[in-house]
């Protein structure tokens, strides 16, 4: 099983208000980990903490409004967790956003601009903020979120494509700090990449319930993906692409 499972672990969800937040919170509460969650917005978040706690009764799910675009913020976030809490275990990293356009030359630079700051500058203050706790921690693991696009991007796709890319690169930067520091016993603790096409819940086959979201990731799929993580010792997952979908 590694070096760790989820019981008595404690991870902190960046994005927990969000669907497949939402999912994550369930399954790691499910799993028997505290699970401490943040977003920008409090009322998403606090239905999100809630609807955990109810499913799985007993279960430690904290939340709290934290700017993950401030990196004092982020940092000040990780130091109550770990302080409350007595360690962090996993950050596991939802914050997603996409804008597209139609051809390459339509391209928007403000969708760069945008996407820039929620694909990558959380990613980067995250892992900033997280990545000696997680060090000190028997089983830490940092959990990124990507899309293949990042490995094929498309015309239509060109700032989101680099975002995810970008968020990649620095994920790998921040597992070789992780390989380093294990040294000749290697790592104990791991960043990993999941690898989607897209996202699908409920809510969006509600919508469009002729839509066949084919090479879709539903979102409880993902959760399951994150637990996963833990169950496989850190030098297997360290620096990996883990995918969930068909490889481009």
């Not at 590694?2 to 509460?29: C, Y």
């Not at 690898?195 to 969006?204: E, G, N, S």
């Not at 839509?211 to 959760?223: E, H, I, M, R």
């Amino acid at each position: 099983m590694g070096n760790g499972t989820l019981e008595g672990a404690v991870i902190a969800v960046a994005g927990a208000g969000g669907p497949a937040g939402r999912a994550a919170l369930l399954r790691l509460a499910e799993a028997g980990a505290t699970v401490v969650g943040a977003d920008n917005d409090p009322e998403r978040l606090a239905e999100a903490v809630d609807a955990a706690r109810y499913a799985h009764g007993g279960a430690t799910v904290t939340g709290e409004t934290v700017d993950l675009l401030d990196l004092e913020s982020t940092r000040a976030w990780a130091e109550r967790t770990e302080n409350e809490f007595g360690r962090v275990d996993g950050l596991v990293h939802l914050v997603g956003g996409w804008r597209g356009s139609q051809t390459f030359t339509k391209t928007s630079l403000d969708d760069w601009d945008f996407l820039e700051l929620l694909l990558v500058r959380t990613v980067q203050h995250t892992s900033l903020a997280f990545h000696e706790a997680l060090q000190r921690s028997d089983r830490g693991r940092y959990v990124l979120i990507s899309a293949s696009g990042a490995t094929r991007p498309t015309a239509g796709n060109a700032a989101y494509a680099a975002g995810k890319a970008a968020a990649e690169a620095w994920t790998l930067a921040m597992a070789d700090y992780f390989r380093k520091a294990g040294g000749e016993q290697g790592p104990t603790s791991a960043a990993a990449i999941l690898v989607v096409k897209a996202l699908v819940h409920d809510a969006m086959r509600a919508e469009r319930p002729n839509a066949k979201f084919a090479g879709f990731t539903d979102v409880k799929d993902l959760a399951e993906a994150v637990a996963g993580v833990w169950e496989k010792p850190a030098a297997e997952v360290n620096g990996n692409r883990l995918w969930l979908t068909e490889k481009p």
